[in-house]
Each structure stands twice: as structure tokens, then as C-alpha cells.
């Protein structure tokens, strides 16, 4: 999950805690403007939460992180 959903997150938490708006933007260091546009998202049902990239399989994300790919270590798939 990104910085940016992650905020939303958090935003979203601080607001149905109750925090008011000015608040939620001093404690994420978010614009006013970016909390009331998340805020008004939600509350207009039009908030779609973003789901977590499964396209990577294991070895692709190790590989793109710089950790080199399955094969690099030896692993080939399962073998019968």
C-alpha cells in the first residue's frame, strides 16, 4: 500500500474517531483541502480503498526490490 492510501487511511480513522477536520490535517501533515476531499469521498460513498497489488508473484517482488529473482537463488519451481 502507498503513502497516499495509507493517508486516506489514516485520515479516515482520525475522522470517525471524531477529530475535526483542521486537526486530522495538523496531525498527517495533509493539506485541509486533502482531508475535506477524503472526507467528502467517503461520505458521499464514492471512497474506494485500494487493494493491495497482488499482480507480483513472490520472487517477481523480491526481484524488482532489488533482491534478485527466484531462479538467482537456486529455486525453479516445484518440482515433481
Known amino acids: 500500500m502507498g503513502y497516499f492510501s495509507n493517508l486516506e487511511i489514516e485520515i479516515l ?21 486533502n482531508v475535506l476531499e477524503v472526507i467528502s469521498n ?20 523480491l526481484a524488482s526490490a532489488g533482491f534478485g529473482t527466484d531462479e538467482d537463488y537456486g529455486y525453479y519451481g516445484d518440482e515433481e
Open 42 to 61: 467517503f461520505e458521499n460513498d464514492q471512497y474506494e480503498p485500494v487493494e493491495p497489488d497482488d499482480s507480483y508473484a513472490d520472487g517477481e517482488a
Open 13 to 33: 480513522d482520525l475522522y470517525e474517531e471524531g477529530v475535526e477536520p483542521t486537526s486530522i490535517a495538523k496531525i498527517t501533515g495533509a493539506t485541509l483541502t
